[in-house]
């Protein structure tokens, strides 16, 4: 089966599911200019962050990192997750079940 949806057309701020109940969870993330998502962490997942406009500072843990559309990022969701945006930015998430280590 296959499913197209349109990122702009979806419901739900600042998380909106793309796929509702289906795996990989996939999110579009709609964050204004200084909105922020508190830390936090997937343990059981895997996840790619794909910056689709804006800026955003991403900060894993201690470690921040500048982004800016078109850039890609994968970490591990055992890493404390925290986006912050410099400008109003969107990005699509894709959380995917880890691996067994």
Known sequence: MVKIESIGDLDGAPHANVFPD???KTIRLTLDAGEAVAAHDHPDREIVL????GAIELTLDDEEYDLNAGDIVRFDGRREVSPRAIEPSVALIVLAERSSD
Do not use: S, T
């Open 22 to 24: 289906a795996e990989p």
């Open 50 to 53: 794909y910056l689709i406009e």
